[in-house]
């Protein structure tokens, strides 16, 4: 059938299962608006583009499959390329797509025209420039194929806007799905050779745990061979915190994890990747534990820390693999075990554990970046991957009131928004997103009126009079929520938490709770 570029990448998207994308218009996106009112697709407007990358990629986190998300030209275009990093950084499937100037105007200094292929190379997996309507399909088609497929990650689909009123033959496809790499049977024999020789491995589990579903696979294995578990901020819920040797998130004030790795004889990684983030990694580095690692992409293998050996491939087809291989193993003395929990207690960890049980376990948590983050990572109990999302390579703050939005669409769930007044100040526009659009939201915003990181940061450093770490706004947010259309609570520092929160939440959402903290908590 004939019909115009707009109408055809409409209908690619349908063919793909689309039914949400996230966006804002703009004069050289406007076709494809046009065509969005005749579809099934449901067009989540925000407040700002990033605001709209970010909600792409918590629908994509939540679900599984690609998020979109729409911009225009210039400006609309560069606003998308923190979340397509942040995207790029967490092996998240996105698929972006761009209105550009009229083809005839490209590389004339158009007014809006800005070589966005170029800008978003480094930060995603790959990129097109549509230069026919023809192509359109072909291209979009190809972005989820990429997106989805391998180390998963967002794809840039840009589109001159004169492309879309063109016309082209379009013929529906029924797509096909990615099947998952399977691993080489000698290389999953050689793992479990390894696992046979050691007498206290430990597991690190990332976020390719759950990408894959192989969270029932991993708790199989830790217990078939005593194995503890500790995960990464992306594997957070591979595990789930009831399994009696599951130590949590892997970090420099977790002791109990910190100690555990320092003692194993082998570390075994499954969709994990490795940073300078923390000191437990040098300690593997140092001793030369030796490493076995799962991961999906064989780009990841030996990064940052030498592999001893490596199974590429789906986790969740290597672990069913790896099992049967394996005979369950007998209790080793670790020294963790007599080690405290996370050391570090104050008014805001005691908030998020409060938060999280009074919600329930099918209460899906997102956070900002700051101290909140880490606060979250360590306290928020959460059992099943999808459920904790945040920004993990990038560290963008800002995060998480778009990642929650776009977990909604993708799941109905009510979301918790775990955040700092820093990180809130970034994106709080979106709150009226959640407003207009009816968004079950809890937005926890953690206020010391500080940059506590940064203030953490430079107490350490004994950085003194800069004055650059404390806000001086002493902001009403719940005030401000009540002005965008939320209701807004404010709980102060001497208030039962208990009490203020099942007060706070016996009431409509979305809900802002402001929670005043002493400026120095956490430092």
Known sequence: ??????????????????????????????????????SSIRHVLTA??????????????????????LATSGPGATNLVTGLADAYMDSVPLVAITGNVPLSQLGHDSFQEVDIFDVSMPVTKYGMIVKSASEIAPAVRRAFALAESGRKGPVLVDVPSDIFDCAAEYEP?????????????????????????????????GGGVGSAGAEKQLLDLARLIKAPVTVSYMGIGSCPPDYEKYLGVLSDINLKATEAVSECDLFITVGARFNSRFGAFNGIRRRRVPLL????????IDKNLHASHAVVGDAAKALDMLIPLLAEKEEAEWVYTSLPDVAEENRGTRIIRALTRAMGRD???????????EWAAHNAEIYSPRRFLTSGGLGAMGFGTGAAIGAHFASGDVCLVITGDGSFNMN?????????HHVPLVVAV???????????L????????????????????????????????TVTEDEDIDEAIDAALDGPLPLVIDFRIPINTGI
């Open 173 to 205: 496809v029924v797509p096909e799905r990615a099947v998952p790499p399977s691993p080489d049977e000698e290389s999953v024999a050689a793992a479990a050779e390894m696992i046979k020789r050691s007498s206290r491995p430990l597991i690190y589990a």
């Open 458 to 489: 430079q107490t350490a450093r004994k950085v003194k009079g800069s004055g650059v770490n404390s806000l001086y706004l002493n902001v009403d947010y719940a005030a401000l929520a009540r002005a965008m259309g939320a209701r807004g609570v």
């Open 1 to 38: 059938m004939l019909l115009n570029g707009a109408q055809i990448l409409v209908n690619c998207l349908e063919e793909q299962g689309v039914r949400n994308i996230f966006g804002y218009p703009g004069a050289s996106i406007l076709s494809v608006y046009d065509a969005l009112a005749g």
């Open 446 to 456: 953690l206020n010391n009126n500080a940059l506590g990181m940064i203030r953490k």
């Open 428 to 436: 709080f526009n979106e709150l009226t997103t959640a407003v207009k």
């Open 363 to 373: 209460v899906t948590v997102t956070t900002d970046v700051g101290l909140h983050q």
């Open 293 to 300: 690692q799962f991961d999906a992409d064989r780009a990841e």
């Open 48 to 69: 700002h583009e990033q605001g709209a990358c970010f909600a792409a990629e918590g629908y994509a986190r939540r679900c599984g499959r690609a998020g979109v998300v």
